[in-house]
């Protein structure tokens, strides 16, 4: 049996170490493994953009960052326009993918991606495709599936930019503020500003109250307080204002470019209680370098749990993760 494998939209620690995973079940049953370059797009150029994966291809890359395969954020199959909005993959771009899988003799293809991959997954299952997901984010933000790999070793980096930050706060009295990523959900905010130590953690589900947030860094600094640490998710707002974006999405099927809270948090604060207040974007630095050691398990375990679900004919489904154990639940639910 021939299965694919690709991964799309941004990169998250872990990546590398779901395709070890893959290739290890998939060799143990004798089937073959080829990894489809830059996402979808290696579904689409005349027998396909692809590389052959056997155990040997994929010795040690599960501590690597990145993906040996590379990706693609937006492409011919973006599938989805910003939040809550489903586009349809254009018939001839389904019909071309189509002609080179059963071309190349492939069966089935996981796919691993976040909400907008795995839309695209959930359109080509319905469209005939064997389908198998696998749900990757540093955002964590998927339904149905407790965590998601890459969130751990982004969380980390969080909270080793917050404890290199405290230490230069509290030498220099500041306020320091760290924006983090996540989009429209806070957990790396929450998990990671919890973890670091953070006094206030502004996220996207509660909308913040800038000079409640003020008040309370008086009321610290009223307690003898040297320093303080807010971490601020850049989907968060304040009450009844507009999420902050770097620029306006570009055409259709580009989502807006989401950056700026912690500057405006970190103006608003110094202007508000006098401080010395600095702020600082973490940005890539939560996506790049090596998966930390829950991230690789996890993206083994998923990889593996991917091929299985091939091996049962579990088609249209999610690999997701509950109370420690590995199951799978259909990708509409994702
Ligand atoms: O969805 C993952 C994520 O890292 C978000 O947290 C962030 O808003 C976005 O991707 C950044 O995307 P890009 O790499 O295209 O700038």
């Not at 509290?170 to 990523?181: A, D, G």
Request: proline letters at 2%.
């Amino acid at each position: 049996m021939k299965i694919g494998v690709l991964n799309s939209g941004g990169d998250c620690p872990g990546l590398n170490a779901v395709i070890n995973g893959v290739v290890g079940a998939a060799d143990k049953l004798g089937w073959e493994v080829y990894g489809f370059i830059d996402g979808f797009e290696g579904l689409l150029p005349k027998g396909c953009d692809y590389v052959k994966l056997t155990p040997d291809d994929t010795i040690g890359i599960a501590k690597l960052g990145g993906t040996i395969l590379g990706t693609t954020n937006k492409g011919h199959f973006a599938a989805k326009v910003g939040e809550g909005n489903v586009a349809k993959i254009p018939a001839d771009i389904m019909e071309t993918a189509r002609n080179n899988i059963n071309e190349l003799g492939i069966e089935a293809i996981i796919i691993i991606g976040g909400d907008g991959s795995l839309t695209t997954a959930l359109q080509m299952n319905q469209e005939g495709f064997n389908v198998v997901g696998v749900p990757k984010t540093i955002d964590n933000d998927l339904e149905a599936t407790a965590m998601t790999f890459g969130f751990d070793s982004a969380v980390t980096s969080v909270v080793d930019a917050l404890d290199r930050l405290q230490t230069t706060g509290q030498s220099h009295k500041r306020v320091m503020v760290l924006e983090v990523m996540g989009r429209h959900a806070g957990w790396i905010a929450l998990w990671g500003g919890i973890a670091g130590g953070a006094h206030a953690i502004l996220i996207p589900e509660i909308d913040f109250d800038l000079d409640k947030v003020a008040d309370f860094i008086k009321e610290r600094e009223s307690e003898g307080k040297r320093s303080s640490l807010v971490v601020v998710a850049e989907g968060a707002r304040v009450t009844g204002g507009e999420l902050i974006t770097k620029n306006q999405g570009m055409g259709s099927v580009s989502e807006v470019k989401l950056g700026g809270a912690g500057d405006i948090v970190a103006n608003h604060l110094h202007v508000k209680t006098g401080k010395d207040t600095r702020s600082c974007v973490l940005g890539h630095l939560q996506r790049g370098g090596s998966p930390t050691a829950i991230d690789r398990i996890l993206g083994a375990r998923f990889g593996v749990k991917a091929v299985k679900m091939i091996e049962g004919g579990k088609f249209g489904r999610m690999v997701s993760y509950e109370a420690y154990h590995v199951g799978s639940v259909p990708i509409e639910q994702a």
